[in-house]
């Protein structure tokens, strides 16, 4: 049995992450290969299982760069890795022995239940464990991993909202000069729903709301006219736009992160 610590355990499940990832195989295949490997006791299994989970979910996360905010996939059953690995061993020495008993007609009625019924087997499974000594784990692991994960979203949720605010109080600037001395705000807005489309509606109701104009009321036929037709220029004040879009869209994300370790908490802290 590995005598691991925290880090060779969180090693494991990043590889595993990363295979799982790569090659799309299960969970449970890889973590099941993985305690083959080194035997792996039930304990460890589920430690090392449920990280993998977590590590998974992570390697997942930052992958995904094509505006899809939310990350899918079949975490991994500790339950059913460890099934697995106990009703595949072979049948013990020991049955043997007792069989060899039970040509005596002496044998304990006690002993001849246990060879007969599936008792004896059963012990057996559980004895290939109990006799090695085992390490003591620490059972809130997978817990203490996600909730140092979900420090590490909320960091970069706050940030992503001061980088948004910041970003249009950017640009709240730029449109607040008199007329003439910047660029005209409604044709920036042209731009803005020509590029961006109705995407850009939480960043211009801002704006305006910061402008003290009137909160924005586009016709999606129009706007979608204008992504056909209008070709706007490349300007300081669209990148900076993108700059508040891409945050807000951060934002999200690791909201919907939040909402993953919420709700698989409970299953993968037990």
């Known amino acids: ?91 013990q020495s020991a049955n043997i022995h007792n069989d060899k008993l039970a040509a005596y007609t002496a044998v304990p009625d006690m002993m001849r239940a246990k060879r007969l019924g599936r008792e004896f087997d059963a012990a057996e499974k559980v004895a290939a464990y109990d006799d090695v000594p085992e390490r003591p784990l620490r059972p809130d692991m997978t817990v203490l991993a996600l909730r140092k994960l979900a420090s590490e979203f909320e960091i970069e949720q706050l940030g992503a909202a ?57 016709d999606p036929e129009k706007v979608a006219s204008l992504c056909e037709r209008h070709v706007a220029d490349a300007t300081k004040e669209l990148s900076v736009l993108e700059q508040a879009k891409q945050a807000r869209e951060d934002y999200v994300r690791f909201g919907c992160g939040l909402e993953w370790i919420d709700k698989n908490m409970p299953a993968l802290g037990r």
Not at 21 to 36: G, Q
Not at 64 to 69: E, I, L, M
Not at 173 to 198: C, H, I, L, S
Request: hydrophobic share 40%.
């Open 162 to 218: 001061h980088r948004w605010e910041t970003k249009l109080a950017e640009l709240t600037q730029v449109f607040r000069r008199p007329a003439g001395y910047g660029p005209v705000y409604t044709d920036f807005e042209k731009d803005a729903y020509a590029v961006y489309g109705m995407d850009i509606v939480p960043e211009l109701t801002l704006l305006r709301e910061n402008l003290r104009m009137p909160a924005p009321n586009p």
């Open 1 to 91: 049995m590995p005598n691991w610590n925290e880090n060779e355990y969180i090693r494991r499940a990043n590889e595993i992450a990363v295979a799982h990832a790569a090659s799309k195989r299960s969970i449970n295949d890889l973590a099941e290969k993985v305690a083959r490997e080194n035997c792996l006791n039930p304990d460890e299994i589920r430690t090392l299982t449920r990280l993998a989970n977590v590590a998974a979910f992570q390697e997942l996360f930052k992958a995904k760069d094509d505006g899809d905010k939310m990350v899918e996939f079949e975490t991994g059953d500790p339950e059913a890795v460890i099934r697995r690995i106990v009703d595949e061993e072979p049948p």
